[in-house]
């Protein structure tokens, strides 16, 4: 019999730095790592998508597409990976599906082998359109369930899910745990039921933030979990992965083999030893980031968002009333039929319980995309809104959309491409102009020049 193998993803390139520097990495940093990297023996390079994108045209005066093939053309062994919001793409709003289909077509043939897609609020019609096109243009479709906790998201939901996304057409499944709330002991029941119904491979992803990562990713191995999602050790810990040489050695000790070769990890962490240390001195990297903060197993939300909050609080000079916010998180929560705190739905969950409190009286004020949330346009909320508490906050007269969101979209790739007609110059640029629209189109005029 042959020996158990898990293989590794590599995130440095997307999901660590992005994590612990704003996703500030900038191709000269990284480019001659991509040899070492190519031969370390990943399954796969996490390395678009995300907030990648964005951070490209914003601040590093990249072309994101470009990027993508300068890193594709280097890799001869390992496969690229991506992050996709499904119908939301890199973005927080639905995307038409003549634009869904645009994208996940460039991105696969501008070089993306697997593409992993997940819904903030685990709505599978959201995932529909560009689980098709990724099939259809012969990559990897793996689908990531979102994790979260609420009374609603029990193990046996998730397990629900998870025979849902396999119907779908999965060529494999992700565990998605943005906020690194997954305990050990859940992440073992997780995968050891999931794998009893399917042998697709089962991928965990996860973060430091509370401490409990590394615990977490060795019980789903001792469960048969099939793939880990790890970052080279300067860029590992804190709100980042787990380190991928911590996690080899662990599985050596067992016997399974890691297909990594420990001299080039080496290497690697030389060479990301020293990025770090360039941008821990010019402050892009804080190191706030790389401590523990059990705050999000004591709240149950996410790092990210407390942060957020308490930075309104203060701009608000209110920061006593932190406590008061943090009691209001659940209730909105259940008011709103308990959402994942995942983008974008954490900052709206977080927001709408400020403004519950500091206004003194709950949904006097309502942003819009709650109220968009609560018209059904980012899709089903895992439990139904209770009926008066939908009319309190939208009123009467609003249809709510009950439907696949997207069937509401009427196609609007052409009608983009046009309005581009001036500063892009391959159907890659329209897409860049329609993800964002005023960045892009800055970029593309800069880019020119
Ligand atoms: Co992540």
Redesign the pocket.
């Known amino acids: 019999m042959s020996r158990r193998k898990v293989e590794f993803v590599e995130?440095v390139l997307r999901?660590a730095h992005?994590?612990l520097m704003g996703t500030r990495l900038s191709y000269d940093d990284f480019k001659d790592s991509l040899e070492l990297l190519d031969d370390a023996g990943y399954k796969a390079l996490e390395c678009w998508g995300?907030a990648t994108f964005d951070a490209c045209i914003r601040y590093l005066d990249e072309d994101p597409w470009e990027r993508l093939r300068l890193i594709k053309s280097k890799l001869k062994n390992t496969k690229t990976q991506m992050?996709l919001r499904g119908q939301n793409l890199l973005g927080y709003k639905n995307y038409p599906d003549d634009v869904v289909r645009k994208f996940v077509e460039l991105s696969i043939k501008n070089g993306i082998d697997v593409v992993r897609v997940f819904d903030a609020l685990n709505d599978t019609r959201n995932l529909e359109t560009s689980i098709k096109t990724v099939k259809e243009f012969g990559a990897e479709a793996q689908i990531a369930i979102a994790y979260t906790q609420s009374p609603v998201h029990s193990i046996d939901y998730y397990l629900d899910l998870t025979k849902d996304i396999i119907d779908m057409g999965a060529d494999s499944i992700a565990i998605?745990?943005?906020s690194g709330i997954l305990t050990p002991y859940d992440s073992y029941e997780l995968v050891r039921r999931i794998k009893k119904f399917t042998d697709l491979d089962v991928e965990i992803?996860?973060?430091c933030t509370t401490g409990m990562a590394e615990m977490t990713y060795l019980k789903a191995i001792e469960a048969g979990v099939n793939i880990v999602?790890t970052a080279i050790s300067p860029f590992s810990s804190g709100t980042s992965?787990p380190a991928t040489e911590a996690i080899h050695f662990l599985l050596k000790e067992q016997g399974i083999e890691s297909g990594l070769n420990v001299e080039v990890l080496e290497e690697l962490a030389d060479f990301y030893g020293k990025i770090k240390n360039k941008y821990l001195e010019n402050g892009l990297m804080p190191t706030k980031v790389l401590g523990t903060n059990p705050k999000g197993l004591i709240y149950q939300v996410p790092g990210g968002m407390l942060s957020n909050l308490y930075l309104q609080l203060q701009g608000l000079n209110k920061l006593d009333l932190f406590e008061k916010v943090m009691e209001e998180i659940p209730k909105v929560r259940k008011d709103l039929g308990y959402p994942p705190l995942v983008t974008p739905m954490s900052q709206m969950v977080g927001t709408q319980s400020l403004f519950n409190i500091v206004t003194g009286q709950r949904y006097k004020m309502v942003p819009n995309e709650i109220k968009d949330y609560i018209k059904g346009k980012y899709g089903k909320s895992p439990v139904k809104i209770d009926e008066d508490f939908v009319r309190s906050i939208i009123g009467d007269a609003n249809d709510i959309i009950v439907d696949r969101p997207a069937n509401h979209l009427k196609d609007s790739y052409q009608e983009f491409k046009e309005e581009a007609k001036d500063f892009a110059k391959s159907e890659e640029d329209v897409l860049t102009y329609i993800m964002f629209p005023e960045e892009g189109k800055k970029f593309l005029l800069n880019r020119d020049k």
Do not use: E, F
Request: no cysteine.
């Open positions: 995130t999901d992005q994590s995300g992050l998605k745990d943005m992803h996860s973060h999602d992965q």
